[in-house]
């Protein structure tokens, strides 16, 4: 038996580098790791630019873990990541934590379940990802903030390119992955903002039930981006829960 | 000169009030708006315009758009072939299939061998990778697109050329058995039309000797790219190309007076108005360089759209006058671009069919017996875009044009 000291956190479309937001203040309980995915600005872009799945991020990640248990996270795009590891490697985990993740298709054919990120304006994006859409921060998008340089603009259209590497069609989603949900025996948690329309809570909801161990908490007043919007909430419906589950040994 | 007529086919019954609540008349718009009957009439008198332009000694060219308002050509195979059926002289300019936007390549080798093989080699056949928009009905992956372009490309090449059976595992396409039938008439294949203007695409299309096409651009672009592909064509050995390697397609439409030329032409400016489209239309995700994205975001792409009337006809993208001036403008065209098959949209909008056929009639009678000459004897023209005249440096084109 040991403890898992390291969280491995997977950030979602559009959001700046770093352990921004509630991340930072993770800080005090785990390690926390926010690593660029490839395609997103990180070093392996140039290395990567054939890759076109989700899989093949999940790949990475896995391959890129050493022996130790850690704590794995998502949010959005990240989670649909986080989700892919999980089934393949789910002794791998302490716990998980899921932030509003896509990944999974829950409804009918014409039911959208995912806002589309790759279409909308930004101002659009804001509008349905936070519950208050004056006090947006943390994201960067093509002409997202106004005033930036030309540079910045630049990455951002590479982010959105890189995502529909992975993510076009189906979009947002891996049909091959809700057959294996129930494999993912780790403790989860799945946390959502109460006003997110980019994902809806009720999808989140019905998600966590299809995970075998899995809490569904939602944060009154934030949107798609509860890390950000509201920091506070965040940690602490998410601290206790690492927290709980950071004795490892018993799966390994 | 080659001239082709063309019509979008417009559904010209959108409401300001409607347009403007779906950002535009693209690829977003409900089809309940869309109304049989009506739509049955249009295609009726499209097709008569089509009939009589080529009775009157004009080409023709079709094209497809798709969930949209502003085009009822859903399949530019589909429209050749019923352009085909109306008409008994004029070439049928497919312009063209969006490649990466068609699930089959392979389907895509058959019904062009087949419109070939009806109609004894009536066809030129285009290839396109389909305007920005045209992502969202098809769904296909936009960062993809070029590559698609050129894999469909060579499988649909291979298809009509190989003459026995073979299989096709590439990067995008996977058939196990491939031999088309019919051949098209012409052989080894009916030419090969391309629209573009991006560096990448214009060099390819040169270096296959294919023929390049300019959509509305201003003329120093359009210039411009004609002189990356006369580069690139020499450097791949295939010497200096003639006008008929050079398309542009200009609206059109000529009366006997400037002052009624200029009522009714003023109408084309329907095709050019610009919905607001969402960012991911406008600008696809991996469509296009991060750099092209960065400046059509900040408003440096698709100038022509914001041109007025006036500058339009100045500018020489609208062919709008009587007779002798549309001649004057289309020796212009070929002076500063070399350019020798010219595109004639001669209807967009609201203009009545009796605006078009009477414009067609006048063109046919006037214009055409003078600009058919035009570049004939390309060789002996002192011309700027010469290659040995041609003192410009060859750049990158960050496009006025619309595709």
């Known amino acids: 038996m040991g403890s898992a000291e390291r969280m491995l956190f997977l950030h979602d479309a559009d959001v700046l580098p770093g352990p921004i937001g509630a991340l930072g203040q993770l800080d005090d309980l785990v390690d926390i790791e926010v690593p660029r995915h490839p395609g997103f600005g990180s070093p392996l872009d140039d290395a990567t630019e054939e890759w076109d799945s989700v899989a093949d991020l999940a790949q990475h990640y896995l391959h890129d873990l050493d022996g130790e248990q850690v704590h794995l996270a998502g949010a959005g795009f990240g989670g649909w990541i986080a989700l892919e590891m999980a089934v393949r490697a789910p002794r791998r985990f302490a716990s998980l934590v899921l932030v509003s993740p896509y990944g999974v298709k829950l409804f009918g054919p014409t039911d959208r379940e995912f806002a589309d990120v790759l279409l909308l304006d930004p101002s659009e994006v804001v509008e349905l990802g936070w519950a208050d859409p004056a006090a947006v921060y943390g994201l960067r998008m093509p002409g997202f903030p106004r005033g930036l340089e030309d540079a910045e603009y630049e990455q951002a259209f590479a982010d959105r390119a890189a995502l529909a590497r992975y993510a076009w069609k189906p979009f947002l989603h891996d049909p091959r992955l809700r057959r294996w949900l129930h494999v993912v025996d780790v403790p989860t948690l799945v946390v959502v903002g109460d006003r997110d329309r980019m994902v809806t809570p009720e999808h989140s909801r019905t998600l966590a039930g299809l995970l075998p161990r899995a809490d569904y908490v939602e944060i009154p007043g934030a949107g798609h981006y509860p890390y950000l919007e509201t920091p506070e909430a965040f940690v602490s419906a998410v601290a206790p829960f690492v927290a709980a589950n950071s004795m490892t040994g018993a799966g390994l | ?403």
């Not at chain 2, 372009?149 to 299989?167: P, Y």
């Not at chain 2, 052989?187 to 039309?193: A, C, F, G, K, L």
């Not at chain 2, 791949?236 to 439409?253: N, T, W």
């Open chain 2, 1 to 403: 000169m080659k001239c082709y007529h063309f019509t979008e086919m417009p559904y010209p019954y959108i409401s300001q009030e409607v347009e403007d609540e779906h950002r535009g008349l693209k690829y977003f718009m409900p089809n309940r708006y869309y109304d049989p009957v009506r739509g049955y009439e249009l295609y009726q008198r499209y097709l008569d315009e089509y009939e009589l332009a080529d009775e009157l000694g004009f080409d023709l060219m079709v094209n497809e758009h798709h969930q949209s308002a502003s085009t009822l050509h859903v399949s530019a195979t589909l429209s050749a072939a019923s352009v085909l059926a109306r008409t008994r002289k004029g070439r049928v300019l497919v312009l063209g299939t969006p490649l990466p936007h068609r699930e089959s390549p392979v389907r895509v080798a058959e019904e062009v061998a087949y419109l070939d093989a009806i109609s004894a080699g009536r066809i030129n056949c285009g290839f396109v990778r389909g305007v920005q928009g045209e992502t969202y009905p098809s769904n296909q992956n936009p960062v993809h697109n070029m590559d698609m372009f050129f894999e469909a490309h060579d499988l649909i090449k291979e298809a009509w050329t190989r003459q026995d059976l073979f299989s096709w595992e590439g990067r995008f396409y996977h058939y196990r058995y491939v031999s088309v039938w019919p051949r098209p008439y012409q052989q080894p294949h009916p030419p090969i039309w391309v629209s573009g203007t991006t560096s990448k695409l214009v060099e390819w299309t040169a270096r296959q000797g294919y023929t390049l096409c300019n959509l509305l651009g201003a003329y120093d672009d359009t210039a411009r790219s004609f002189r990356l592909y006369r580069k690139a064509a020499i450097e791949a050995g295939l010497g200096e190309p003639a006008p008929d390697k050079f398309a542009y397609l200009a609206f059109c439409h000529v009366a006997p007076t400037e002052e009624q030329a200029r009522r009714v032409g003023e109408k084309l400016m329907y095709y050019l108005k610009q919905g607001r489209q969402r960012l991911g239309a406008a600008s696809p995700p991996g469509y296009s360089s991060t750099a092209a994205a960065v400046a059509a975001l900040r408003g440096k792409l698709g100038e022509v759209r914001k041109y007025s009337f006036e500058r339009l006809i100045d500018e020489g993208i609208m062919l709008v006058g009587t007779p002798d001036t549309v001649t004057k403008q289309i020796q212009r065209l070929y002076d500063e671009t070399g350019v020798g098959n010219l595109i004639l949209m001669n209807h967009a909008g609201e203009m009545t069919s009796n605006e078009v056929r009477d414009s067609l009639c006048l063109f046919s009678r006037e214009v055409m017996p003078a600009v058919a000459p035009i570049g004939r004897d390309w060789r002996d023209d002192d011309t700027s875009w010469r290659v040995d005249n041609d003192t410009q440096p060859v750049e990158t084109v960050l496009a006025s044009a619309l595709s």
